[in-house]
């Protein structure tokens, strides 16, 4: 028969699928190693493959009722063939079967496709699971349900119930997994069999098992109570078929370091630190110190902060003694700052004028603008006949002229003595 045209899809060659079959296990089944940068949760091939067949599947039941769709479908069924079964059929199919992002289904079908097209026009009635002919005994991608690795082992328990139906068996269904046995919170046991630790069998039959959880502390028991304990988990005592908390704080279990303190808790302990007054303690507080730190001392039971500004601690001058917590510091006093380790006296600067910041330029450019303003105005007064006005504006050019004749006066006198 001629190979399926195809629409978007490169028929791959015969040889190609044989080389794909022939690598050996360990290298074919394993997913391409992920960038390191950002790994992606690869699927094993065998769940590739499961979700290939779901989506041919569901294909199948989409053009169910689909046709040739040339306008004589009848004549087109009985020169041609049923579209059911049909190649126009299969190719539709296969079109949508991968979506464009799934690198993996596209190269497993490009591989797999002869086997597709042999299964749909020769092997649909002897082996019409598509999934265990294509999946299971072709391509050798996965097991049958309850087995595991390369050569389908049964996984613990058995094939019918694996992990005793409490756990999943790593790798069930795939030609991959170690077939060891994750089991459900409460049980245990190579098959998950029995009941895990501080869990205790409260109903056991040939097929059926609970496991129940025992009281706090027990680790083994024999029922839900306090007195039903067996054995204790860490950190408690077995005493009268009771577990009793060990104070590691009375006992030389505990480990704290020189400047911390035990604190007894459920099960266990905690260090805490000392006090900053203590060194090495017995609890919490000043008053629970083997010794006082430096800079504090004992004063009745407690061990207090000693003021050491009391004394002459700052011999600098012009400095003050600072207390602090089991110490103390020299800092310059109000109205001084430290300059290279000296306390000297901060100098306060003069508060500035208006014109402080002018060029003298600029201040006699300033003083003939404000001459000018005034005599124009009063030229303006004048022009109208007032005779007081008319008095004034006389005497202030009199007096400009009088200035400005004694500035060139005294310039010329000081060019004539330096010899300009």
Same mark, same amino acid.
């Given at each position: 028969m001629a190979s399926l045209p195809r629409r978007g899809?490169?028929?791959?060659?015969?040889? @190609?699928l044989s080389l794909f079959l022939s690598l050996p296990g360990p290298i074919w089944l394993?997913?391409?190693?992920?960038?390191?940068?950002?790994?992606?949760?690869?699927?094993?091939?065998?769940?590739?493959?499961?979700?290939?067949?779901d989506s041919f599947n569901k294909g199948l039941e989409r053009t169910i009722r689909d046709n040739f769709g040339g306008g004589n479908t009848a004549w087109e069924e009985e020169k041609l063939s049923k579209y059911k079964d049909s190649e126009t059929r299969l190719v539709e199919v296969l079109e949508s079967v991968c979506s464009k992002s799934d690198f993996e289904c596209h190269r497993l079908l490009e591989l797999s496709e002869e086997l597709v097209e042999s299964w749909w026009f020769h092997k649909q009635q002897e082996a019409p699971d598509l999934f265990q002919?294509?999946?299971?005994?072709?391509?050798?991608? $996965?097991?049958?349900?309850?087995? !595991?690795?390369? =050569?389908?082992?049964?996984c613990p328990g058995g094939a019918e119930k694996p992990c005793g139906g409490y756990g999943q068996c790593e790798g069930e269904? *795939?030609?991959g997994g170690s077939g060891h046995c994750d089991c459900q919170a409460g049980y245990g046991g190579e098959a998950c069999g029995q009941c895990g630790l501080g869990y205790f069998e409260a109903e056991r039959n040939a097929s059926h098992l609970v496991c129940s959880a025992c009281f706090g502390p027990c680790a083994r028991c024999s029922g839900p109570e306090e007195s039903n304990c067996l054995q204790c988990k860490t950190?408690?005592?077995?005493?009268?078929? +009771?577990?009793?908390? /060990?104070?590691?704080?009375?006992?030389?279990?505990?480990?704290?370091?020189?400047d911390q303190f035990c604190v007894n808790t459920e099960g266990s302990y905690?260090?805490?630190?000392?006090? +900053?007054?203590?060194?090495?303690?017995? @609890?919490?507080?000043? @008053?629970? $110190?083997?010794? $006082?730190?430096?800079?504090?001392?004992?004063?009745?039971?407690?061990c207090l902060d000693v003021d050491e500004c009391e004394t002459e601690v700052c011999p600098g001058e012009n400095q003050? $003694?600072?207390? *602090?917590?089991? =110490?103390?510091?020299?800092?310059?006093?109000?109205?001084?700052k430290q300059i290279e380790g000296i306390c000297v006296k901060e100098q306060i600067p003069e508060s500035a004028g208006f014109f402080s910041e002018?060029?003298?330029?600029?201040?006699?450019?300033?003083?003939?603008? !404000? !001459?000018?303003?005034? /005599?124009?105005?009063?030229?303006?007064? %004048?022009?109208?006949?007032?005779?007081? !006005?008319?008095? /004034?504006? /006389?005497?202030?050019?009199? %007096?400009? *002229?009088?200035?400005?004749?004694?500035?060139?006066?005294?310039?010329?006198?000081?060019?004539?003595? +330096?010899?300009?």
């Open positions: 899809l490169v028929p791959p060659p015969l040889w @190609g394993q997913p391409s190693p992920p960038p390191q940068s950002s790994p992606p949760t690869e699927l094993h091939p065998c769940h590739t493959c499961r979700g290939l067949v002919w294509l999946c299971s005994d072709s391509l050798k991608l $996965c097991c049958p349900s309850g087995t !595991f690795g390369p =050569s389908c082992l049964p269904g *795939t030609r950190g408690w005592a077995l005493h009268h078929l +009771k577990c009793v908390d /060990i104070d590691e704080c009375g006992t030389e279990r505990a480990s704290c370091g020189a905690e260090c805490r630190e000392c006090s +900053k007054a203590c060194l090495g303690c017995m @609890g919490a507080g000043p @008053g629970r $110190c083997k010794k $006082c730190s430096p800079g504090y001392q004992q004063v009745g039971s407690k003050q $003694c600072q207390n *602090t917590e089991g =110490s103390y510091r020299c800092v310059c006093a109000e109205g001084y002018m060029t003298e330029d600029e201040l006699v450019v300033l003083q003939q603008m !404000f !001459f000018g303003v005034i /005599i124009c105005a009063l030229a303006t007064l %004048a022009a109208k006949g007032d005779l007081v !006005f008319t008095a /004034i504006f /006389i005497g202030a050019v009199a %007096a400009m *002229t009088g200035y400005w004749l004694s500035e060139r006066s005294d310039r010329v006198l000081e060019g004539f003595i +330096k010899g300009r």
